[in-house]
């Protein structure tokens, strides 16, 4: 390789060469043996080198690359520095890349494309070991925290274009920051992940984002989850200014009150912030003329916004204290079985 490398022209010109000479030592690697002398670490830093040293000369090379580093990473009886090493060669390549990747030209657009297809099929639960699952998730979270604004709206569109089996561990990973808190770029990965829940009303999207809310609870305390409540009851019904029919109300509703009431629900509300439970109560009873409206529908979205809808005063009313018990939820209570009961 020296004579390919003496100089960043040189560089440019012979990078396919290059990243083939790099290809070829990844494929000998072979499964079932520890290699611990095979040069791979070497490699590995060198491949990292040439991507800090090319950047964006090097974007249709990303996505055999990664490919390349996850079959790699993911070898039988890998040395667990080697293991190591790999995938964190991975994530520093996806983070140096992460500029050019995410712009809007075509070319970028398919290395995206690309490199996802190539990680995807590491994600799926059950053919993949935990670590591997955690280290891919870590490595493409490196991309979802650069991105901003229509950067992070092409990149959210490609990653449900195609949901994959196991996604939600990406999601949790690039949402959760240290000691309980959450990362600086949660919220608007946040609010764009409901945004595109409402629109699509997918029972996938709504799966994996259960799982990613009941995992944020987890994690975070009753404090720093509070912005995370009040992104979500933002988006629990329509501004009263904004035109839209009773059905397409309905429609918007169904997911996102099943997002409130996981919330709601997970440790039995213990998680829940104190100061966000009266609004809760407040925002529920604000929807009373919805039930008023489906009662006694048997119609299946309306059977289950109404069941939802019920989840999510039993979960505000198993959270909540005496104080909010008296006002607002006893009007609450009563309300739904005025509605309820005929």
Request: proline share 6%; charged share 20%; with cysteine.
């Amino acid at each position: 390789m020296y004579p390919l490398t003496t100089s960043l022209p040189i560089i440019l010109l012979n990078l396919p060469a290059i990243s083939t000479a790099l290809y070829d030592l990844y494929d000998h690697v072979k499964d079932g043996q520890d290699n611990l002398h095979s040069g791979l670490d070497s490699t590995l830093q060198l491949h990292h080198a040439l991507f800090e040293t090319c950047q964006g000369e090097a974007l249709p090379h990303l996505a055999e690359t990664t490919k390349h580093l996850t079959r790699v990473g993911t070898l039988r009886a890998l040395h667990p520095t080697l293991v190591e090493r790999t995938f964190s060669t991975l994530s520093l390549i996806l983070r140096t890349m992460s500029p050019f990747i995410l712009k809007p030209s075509p070319e970028a657009q398919d290395a995206l494309k690309g490199t996802w297809t190539e990680v995807r099929p590491y994600l799926k639960p059950k053919t993949n070991k935990k670590y591997v699952r955690k280290c891919i998730a870590d490595a493409w979270a490196g991309i979802i925290r650069k991105a901003r604004s229509e950067g992070l709206a092409r990149l959210v569109d490609v990653l449900l274009e195609n949901e994959a089996e196991g996604l939600e561990a990406v999601w949790t990973n690039s949402l959760k920051g240290t000691s309980h808190n959450l990362h600086s770029r949660a919220l608007p990965v946040i609010s764009l992940l409901l945004d595109r829940l409402i629109e699509t009303e997918s029972p996938t999207q709504l799966v994996t984002l259960n799982m990613v809310f009941t995992a944020l609870v987890h994690h975070c305390s009753s404090s720093t989850i509070t912005p995370v409540v009040e992104t979500v009851l933002a988006k629990v019904a329509p501004a009263a200014t904004e035109p839209s029919s009773s059905t397409s109300t309905a429609t918007t509703s169904i997911s996102i009150m099943s997002v409130l009431s996981t919330i709601l629900l997970v440790r039995k509300g213990k998680r829940y912030p104190e100061s966000q439970l009266k609004p809760t109560m407040v925002k529920l009873q604000s929807l009373l003329p919805r039930l008023e409206e489906i009662k006694g529908s048997s119609e299946e979205q309306d059977v289950e916004w109404r069941k939802h809808y019920v989840l999510c005063i039993m979960g505000s009313l198993q959270a909540g204290k005496l104080a909010q018990w008296l006002s607002p939820g006893v009007a609450l209570i009563e309300g739904v079985w005025n509605r309820l009961v005929s």
